[in-house]
């Protein structure tokens, strides 16, 4: 069993089709801590401490955001600044993380041909989401690849669902323990070991 | 002798404790109940106290001297100031105009004219114990008709001493002696020096009220002896009743001249705490004297006579004040709340009347037969008190409730009920709504829900104390209640009738401050709202924005200190019953506050957290050979 810590931060969720959808049933299912950042730290003030209890009891940690600008937004950013101290996530004596996994769950407008060598934004969505990658490896976490929805605005309430379900599917199979790391990390995508 | 004491004082008390709740029950309110331990302890029904209840009252006259000290207290400077006008306006008209017709009815009757005008000035007085104890328990004192009712009897407080003056000019028959009102200190001094002491006195008590009283204070809270505080308390009002009676001023006067000017102070709350059951005690004491003093055997000889003065002095002080009300511009229900609450003869006119004996204005039997009506209207008080409210007042005026159209709005079952919308309320009103939540408002100051309801808002008259009001509100099935009143009195009333009718509602509460808040814990809120808190911080970041320091960093600052203030809160709640501790905590708070604070690592065991790079400016500079 591996216990996962979702980090999921939206400014936004109460206009949010995709997101709500997306999470919904996620809290239930076992051994999952659901951590809504704006909710708990609408002033920014994220609780430093508590964040580091929170994220020794996991093994997994998930980064769970809209894609904005190529990135996450500002309190993911925050929780990452603040929370990832020296001598506790990395450095000579920072060993906290060690063994830990981590990915990045986004959600995207741009269809998954945009994000190509050729295609408008240049660079694949594993390019442009390095700097998490190497975050998790400086920490002596093995990153995963990312869970992703693409083409946000034209999503059906079906697709939404079905987005859900995969979504949960992976949580599942990751918190079993149900599959090789060595499978998991051959995908572009975390939505790919589900076929 | 002192078995004899204690026989009594066992009597006073159980009567007290029998009736007292009952009547509250009844919902009577406590100066009936007090007033009819009297009765049934009193010669004409059980007989345990005969004629001492005459001097027990003088005695405990003392309870409205400590009163006035209280609502002095309450009444800063500036709201007194602002008061002016109804006091001298509202008031004088009051006693003069009701002295006047007193004064023509009665020669017209065929009484002697210096008699007349006598009983004139002597009946103009209102009972300053019984209206305010019940307006209080009302919690009605800061509506408008609280305020005017106020205003009178105060005015009545400081003309008694020019009608003491006035009285013995009126002598038609000898003095009876054994004086003592006149045979003060005073008077051993030339008439040209005594307008020169009274004045000398009132000074003595405003520059030792704001000069040497405070440094006392300061000096014996030091002691960390509670009793020692209670004993400067009661030193303070003592000396100054001792002071006052001496140049043959009201000593009611002087102490609530003393409690304004100490109203400002760090002191008042505690000053307000100590000497809250002394006065609970001997008004209590004073009722019950009334109540036992009222001449029965008199009433059974002339009932018609009796009640007939009774009913027309009633009858001719409510309608002078009904048109003072209505000239003053008061609102209707407002306006019969405060003509019929202040339509008694008061505590005064028992001074005023044993003084006239003794001064050989009136004659023994005009006096005993005077006593038992000012008795009786003051017992009927609580009563017409009672009617008014519970049977005039939801047909005049604004509402409580409406049950045509405004049921309407009730039924809408808004998820949150705001109990006071005073500046404090109407702002969460105004916040809930511009995110649109309606919330049921309901406020005890019926002006203001005039004013509010023109301006369109559904607000509700009534005290949310009440169990069938709050029901009507929809407390049922509301979520939230919040409360924010500034009476704190009135909040734990509210909380307590929540508690016990409708647990389910979460209350958020307004607190003036930690004193407040330390109670609200008591009861088991967890929702406190300190208003004395988020404002000073900000004004603190603002101050230090203005010498230079970050934003950011005080905007975190201020986080961090406002988390800690409260979990201190917490912390000396739980200590605060023992005074010794209490400060010696608050102390190692501070300390520690600021110890952290000099090792610049915020507070506690904050420190700046990823974005302090000292450690690792430490490890890179310690692994690397830095090139000079």
Redesign the interface.
């Known amino acids: 069993m591996s216990k996962i810590l979702i980090l999921f931060a939206h400014p936004r969720l109460e206009s949010s089709r995709i997101n709500s959808g997306l999470i919904k049933g996620i809290s239930s299912i076992p051994g999952i801590t659901f951590h809504d950042l704006y909710e708990a730290y609408p002033d920014y003030d994220v609780n430093v401490k508590y964040e580091q209890e929170l994220v020794s009891k996991n093994d997994i940690i998930v980064w769970h955001h809209p894609f904005y600008w190529y990135s996450c937004p500002a309190l993911t950013k925050q929780w990452i600044d603040l929370v990832l101290e020296h001598n506790w996530a990395y450095g000579r004596n920072g060993k906290a993380l060690v063994g830990k996994k981590a990915f990045n769950v986004i959600t995207t407008g741009g269809r998954h041909e945009a994000y190509q060598k050729e295609g408008m934004h240049k660079r694949t969505i594993g390019e442009f989401l390095y700097p998490f990658n190497q975050t998790a490896r400086l920490c002596g976490m093995t990153y995963y690849p990312p869970f992703v929805v693409h083409k946000t605005h034209l999503l059906t309430h079906q697709e939404i669902a079905k987005y859900n379900k995969d979504y949960i599917k992976v949580l599942e199979l990751l918190a079993n323990d149900s599959i090789k790391e060595e499978e998991i990390l051959k995908n572009e995508y975390l939505n790919d070991i589900l076929k | 002798m002192e078995g004899n004491f204690f026989f009594q004082a066992t009597i006073y008390l159980l009567a007290a404790v029998i009736m007292v709740p009952i009547a509250k029950k009844l919902g009577l309110g406590s100066v009936l109940g007090y007033l009819i331990a009297g009765i049934v302890i009193g010669p004409f029904l059980l007989g345990f106290i005969g004629q001492e209840g005459q001097d027990i009252m003088h005695f405990a006259e003392f309870g409205v001297v400590m009163m006035l000290f209280l609502v002095g207290l309450e009444l800063e400077p500036a709201l007194l100031w602002r008061l002016r006008g109804p006091i001298l306006g509202l008031g004088g008209l009051q006693v003069i105009i009701t002295a006047i017709v007193v004064f023509l009815i009665s020669t017209i009757i065929g009484l002697p004219w210096k008699e007349g005008l006598a009983i004139g000035f002597i009946v103009a007085m209102s009972s300053t114990a019984i209206v305010l104890q019940t307006l209080n328990e009302k919690g009605l004192m800061k509506t408008s008709a609280g305020q005017s009712s106020f205003a009178v009897l105060l005015f009545q407080d400081i003309a008694v001493i020019p009608i003491l003056a006035f009285l013995p000019l009126l002598a038609t028959k000898t003095a009876v002696g054994g004086a003592d009102h006149h045979n003060t200190f005073i008077s051993s001094f030339p008439s040209w020096a005594q307008p020169l002491i009274v004045i000398g006195a009132v000074a003595l008590v405003i520059v030792a009220g704001m000069y040497i009283v405070k440094p006392v204070l300061r000096y014996v809270a030091k002691t960390r002896l509670r009793e020692l505080f209670t004993a400067t308390a009661l030193l303070i009002v003592v000396s100054i009743t001792v002071l006052m009676v001496g140049v043959g001023l009201s000593p009611a006067l002087g102490t609530f001249l003393a409690g304004v000017i100490l109203a400002n102070s760090e002191y008042k709350h505690e000053l307000e705490s100590d000497i809250e059951p002394f006065k609970g005690l001997l008004l209590g004491l004073f009722f019950i004297a009334v109540g036992a003093s009222i001449d029965f055997g008199m009433i059974a000889r002339e009932p018609y006579m009796v009640f007939g003065i009774v009913a027309a002095l009633m009858v001719i002080k409510t309608i002078i004040l009904l048109v003072l009300g209505i000239v003053f511009k008061l609102k209707t229900d407002q306006n019969f709340i405060f003509a019929f609450g202040l339509s008694q003869v008061g505590e005064f006119a028992f001074v005023l009347l044993s003084f006239s004996l003794q001064e050989g204005v009136l004659a023994g039997e005009t006096v005993s037969l005077l006593m038992a009506v000012v008795a009786i209207t003051m017992a009927l008080t609580p009563l017409v008190m009672l009617i008014i409210e519970k049977l005039i007042l939801p047909r005049i005026g604004t509402k409580e409730i409406e049950v045509t159209k405004e049921h309407d709005t009730i039924e809408e079952n808004n998820p949150i009920i705001i109990a006071g919308f005073g500046h404090f309320g109407s702002t969460i009103g105004r916040f809930l709504r511009a995110n649109g939540v309606q919330a049921t408002i309901l406020d005890i100051d019926s002006d203001r829900v005039d004013t509010l309801r023109k301006m369109g808002l559904k607000v509700f008259y009534g005290d949310a104390s009440r169990y069938d009001l709050l029901k009507s509100a929809g407390a049922e099935e509301a979520k939230l209640i919040i409360l924010a009143i500034d009476d704190p009195e009135k909040n734990l009333e509210i909380i307590h009738t929540i508690k016990k009718h409708f647990p389910h509602l979460k209350i958020l509460s307004r607190a003036r401050n930690r004193y407040d808040a330390y109670e609200l814990m008591d009861e088991g809120v967890n929702h406190i709202y300190r208003e004395s808190l988020d404002t000073s911080i900000r004004l603190g970041v603002d101050a230090l924005k203005m010498l230079g320091f970050r934003s950011h960093k005080l905007h975190?600052m201020a986080?961090t200190f406002f988390k800690l203030d409260e979990h201190h809160l917490k912390d000396l709640s739980k200590v605060r019953k023992d005074q010794k501790i209490y400060i010696s905590y608050a102390k190692q708070r501070i300390e520690d506050m600021e110890e952290s604070m000099k090792n610049d690592a915020m507070f506690g065991?904050?420190k700046e957290?990823?974005?302090?790079?000292a450690?690792?400016v430490e490890?890179v500079r310690k692994?690397n050979t830095i090139k000079e």
């Open positions: 975190r986080k065991d904050i957290e990823g974005w302090d790079s450690s690792l490890e692994y």
